[in-house]
Nanobody
Framework: QVQLVESGGGLVQAGGSLRLSCAAS????????MGWFRQAPGKAREFVAA????????YYADSAKGRFTISRDNAKNTGYLQMNSLKAEDTAVYYC????????????????WGQGTQVTVSS
């Protein structure tokens, strides 16, 4: 079992920045790829970004490219999502997740999920 707890969400004006954190406990976090997903009201949960267990590769949704940066610190069992130039359409609950599978852009590849943190961007 891997337990994941997100933090860092909040209310920010358009153009602002937030840094989300994902603290992991339980089984070795370093054995898992990590991803961030988000879900806006009335919409399906969608992929945002992912990073391989070794930080050897990162992946981004088109909506996140150039604005968001995913990273991880395996020594601290923590992952991060730096979000810059935020837009109103980024408003959602953001979830971190851990996966053993290789298809890290797919929701179905993830074995463990956090409870989510709300990000609200005012225009």
């Amino acid at each position: 079992q891997v337990q994941l707890v997100e933090s860092g969400g909040g209310l920010v004006q358009a153009g602002g920045s937030l840094r989300l954190s994902c603290a992991a406990s339980g089984r070795a976090f370093s054995n898992y790829h990590m991803g961030w997903f988000r879900q806006a009201p009335g919409k399906a949960r969608e992929f945002v970004a992912a990073i391989k267990w070794s930080s050897s590769a990162t992946y981004y949704a088109d909506s996140a490219k150039g604005r968001f940066t995913i990273s991880r610190d395996n020594a601290k069992n923590t992952g991060y999502l730096q979000m810059n130039s935020l837009k109103a359409e980024d408003t959602a609950v953001y979830y971190c997740a851990a996966a053993r599978g290789y298809e890290v852009t797919l929701r179905g590849s993830y074995d463990y999920w956090g409870q989510g943190t709300q990000v609200t961007v005012s225009s």
